[in-house]
Nanobody
Framework: QVQLVESGGGLVQAGGSLRLSCAAS????????MGWFRQAPGKEREFVAA????????DYADSVKGRFTVSRDNAKNTVYLQMNSLKPEDTAVYYC???????????WGQGTQVTVSS
């Protein structure tokens, strides 16, 4: 099984940056995909970004393109979400998730709070 632990959240001013980390333990096979999701108060969970362990191909929500970058360090079994030019609307709990390619996200971290002040 895959265990995920997010870290790096906090309070930042609008226009600032944060880097979130997701440490994975257990299975990190070539067919594993990692995703970042977020959920703001009163809103549904939404997709933010994703990356494949094999090849490192990425995908981003339109709302974060050009501002966020997802990456991974295979040796450290860690994925990152670099968030720049943060906006108050980015405020949410950010979750790391994992899946087998072609299947729904099955494994989830505990979440880390990101708060962007204006």
């Amino acid at each position: 099984q895959v265990q995920l632990v997010e870290s790096g959240g906090g309070l930042v001013q609008a226009g600032g940056s944060l880097r979130l980390s997701c440490a994975a333990s257990g299975r990190t096979l070539i067919s594993i995909g990692m995703g970042w999701f977020r959920q703001a108060p009163g809103k549904e969970r939404e997709f933010v970004a994703a990356i494949r362990w094999s090849g490192g191909s990425t995908d981003y929500a339109d709302s974060v393109k050009g501002r966020f970058t997802v990456s991974r360090d295979n040796a450290k079994n860690t994925v990152y979400l670099q968030m720049n030019s943060l906006k108050p609307e980015d405020t949410a709990v950010y979750y790391c998730a994992a899946r087998l390619i072609g299947y729904e996200y099955k494994y989830w971290g505990q979440g880390t709070q990101v708060t962007v002040s204006s």
